[in-house]
């Protein structure tokens, strides 16, 4: 074999192996570049499922948020309308507990003392009627409330009335008692004075039965008045709160 021939065989020989080793080389290449976007994809997917658990949890906090303010609302709604029912009952029966005939010109004060306190239930119902208008949605319901509230108003004002006539005898009765005392000191000089200061104090006298025996004769007839629209109040807020 000559030079020549065996450079020709070499040369094929190296032209083979370039060409082998150039596939291999392209085909790992292929391989290389596949695997990385593999990679890349998985990396995306990871990144997206991330983004996606982290938006949920995001969507699951809101919701969550949006069912505790939707249940802490509805538990104000409850709670001022459970709230509006027991002082218009504090009032009504710290109205009707008074004891009319317990009261005279020796504790007058004490009288005063129970009107102030019965008072106090107008502002404290007025305020609690008003949360019911800000929170409650049924018209029909506010509008109860507000017509238990006008009806309760019309029954205090009618006892205050009749306490407050007992108050003006039961102090005209003291004043008249006090200058009896101042009187009698010197019987003989003022002893007319003293008969028509013993004439007027009969006639309070009188005048307290008579406020008595009206009291405990219409007291019920104008609770009764009451009844019907607290009995339509109590109705509507049962039906209500089982909704």
């Avoid at 906090?61 to 949006?66: A, E, G, N, P, S």
């Avoid at 409850?78 to 005279?104: M, P, Q, T």
């Avoid at 009107?115 to 404290?124: E, G, L, T, V």
């Avoid at 009188?206 to 007839?221: E, M, P, Q, T, V």
Wanted: hydrophobic share 40%.
């Amino acid at each position: 074999m000559d030079v020549e021939t065996f450079i020709q065989i070499l040369l094929l020989i190296a032209a083979v192996y370039l060409a082998f080793f150039k596939s291999y080389l392209t085909e790992k290449g292929k391989s290389a570049a596949l695997k990385e976007d593999l990679q890349g994809l998985t990396r995306e997917v990871e990144s997206v499922k991330n983004e996606f658990t982290r938006e949920q949890e995001i969507l699951k906090t809101d919701l969550q948020r949006i069912l505790n303010n939707e249940i802490s609302y509805r538990n104000e709604e409850r709670n001022a309308l459970i709230n509006y029912h027991g002082i218009i009952n504090e009032w009504l029966y710290s109205i009707l507990e008074v004891g009319f005939g317990n009261y005279n010109k020796s504790n007058v004060d004490q009288l005063i003392e129970v009107r102030q306190r019965n008072a106090s239930y107008y502002s404290k119902a007025g305020i609690a009627k008003a949360k019911i208008e800000l929170l409650v949605e049924e018209r029909e319901l506010v509008k109860a409330a507000g017509e238990l509230y006008a009806a309760a108003l019309d029954f205090h004002h009618w006892t205050d009335m009749e306490f407050f006539k007992l108050q003006q005898n039961s102090e005209s009765q003291k004043s008249l008692t006090d200058r009896f005392l101042i009187v009698i000191k010197n019987l003989d000089a003022n002893r007319e004075i003293a008969e028509d200061i013993a004439k007027q104090e009969e006639q309070l006298r009188k005048d307290a039965k008579d406020l008595f025996d009206n009291y405990i004769a219409n007291r019920n007839k104008e609770n009764a008045k009451v009844y019907p629209f607290e009995a339509t109040f109590e109705s509507l807020v049962k039906e209500y709160l089982k909704k």
